[in-house]
């Protein structure tokens, strides 16, 4: 992706209820600090002006969250009812998503889980990162489930480094990049989990490839193009690969449509949420911006 400026952002998908965009990394979704002009947020609201609702926050109903410094694709609503649509999704655990990244050495699993539960660190110092249980000032943790999927053994700058497919099958924050540091093949590039090691790379290596969401009102279904390839990043050299990207992708989505359909017809679902009419009050409560922001806490997923 070319730098990221106010006026060059990659639209993935839209209709009349949904924006998918493949975010730029270091990029923050919004910000309420004045100094930071540069968001997601602001990129929207020049690109697309007439789509902004006044009765939100900023502007956008953001369906679930990146972290600033990971990219690829996020899903916006443009009114209440598609948010509520979206959230029934992500509430009910109907949506797949999967990662891309590229992990330092050469992890010799072809697949792994990760169970490690992940909580707060309340370490003096280091309170805005998580840590898994166990680790010392460790605070209230969840469990928490990553799958990971080996694609291509290589090198990058002369190191070794896997790239891999990364789902993650709860929402904790940081999670992906938590559990590939406690399985000792923290991201490229990521200095946060890394011990403060590793700050060379000119990026984090985590990538938000695919996403499935489907709403009552449409099916989204999206991939953001892979960034790490030898054609975008000639620092990375791949030397021997292990499975298909697409192979991957098609199996990940055909488990989640034989699980989603499984429940159906099991009643395992639990109770559904709402819709929120298109009728509704104007302006949002308190209590559902307090709704909205306990559901994006829970789905932080990298």
Same mark, same amino acid.
């Given at each position: ?215 009552? !009102? &449409?099916?989204?279904?999206?991939? #953001? ?6 054609? +975008?990043?000639? =620092?990375? $050299? @791949? ?13 990940? !989505? &055909?488990?989640?449509?034989?699980? #989603? ?6 009643? +395992?679902?639990? =109770?559904? $949420? @709402? ?28």
């Amino acid at each position: 992706m070319e730098p990221v400026s106010l006026d060059n952002l990659s639209i993935l998908y839209q209709s009349s209820d949904f924006i998918v965009v493949n975010k730029h990394w270091d990029v923050r979704i919004d910000s309420k600090m004045w100094y930071e002009k540069l968001t997601l947020q602001s990129q929207l609201r020049y690109r697309f002006p007439e789509l902004a609702d006044p009765d939100t926050y900023y502007g956008f109903r953001f369906c679930h969250q990146l972290d600033f410094s990971t990219s690829g694709a996020l899903c916006v609503a443009l009114n209440k009812a598609a948010a509520g649509s979206a959230y029934k999704c992500f509430k009910e655990r109907m949506v797949t998503k999967a990662y891309l990244a590229l992990v330092r050495g050469h992890v010799q699993e072809p697949r792994m889980t990760v169970r490690y539960a992940i909580g707060k660190n309340t370490t003096e110092g280091l309170t805005h990162m998580m840590c898994i249980e166990g680790t010392e000032g460790c605070e209230s943790p969840k469990p928490c489930q990553s799958e990971l999927i080996v694609l291509e053994h290589g090198l990058y700058s002369g190191d070794p480094v896997t790239k891999v497919i990364l789902q993650p099958l709860t929402g904790r924050t940081h999670q992906l990049r938590v559990h590939c540091s406690a399985v000792g093949h923290p991201i490229v590039g990521d200095f946060t989990y890394s011990h403060k090691q590793d700050g060379g790379p000119y990026r984090m290596m985590l990538h938000a490839y695919y996403l499935r969401v489907p709403t009552s !009102k &449409e099916l989204i279904e999206v991939s #953001a193009p892979d960034p790490f390839v030898p054609t +975008l990043d000639s =620092n990375w $050299v @791949p030397q021997r690969a292990t499975c298909q990207l697409d192979e991957v992708i098609r199996e990940l !989505k &055909e488990s989640s449509v034989r699980t #989603a359909e499984g429940e159906r017809r099991d009643g +395992l679902l639990g =109770n559904p $949420v @709402p819709e929120i009419p298109r009728h509704a009050e104007p302006s949002e409560t308190e209590e559902q911006r307090a709704v909205c922001e306990r559901w994006l806490a829970e789905w932080t997923l990298e």
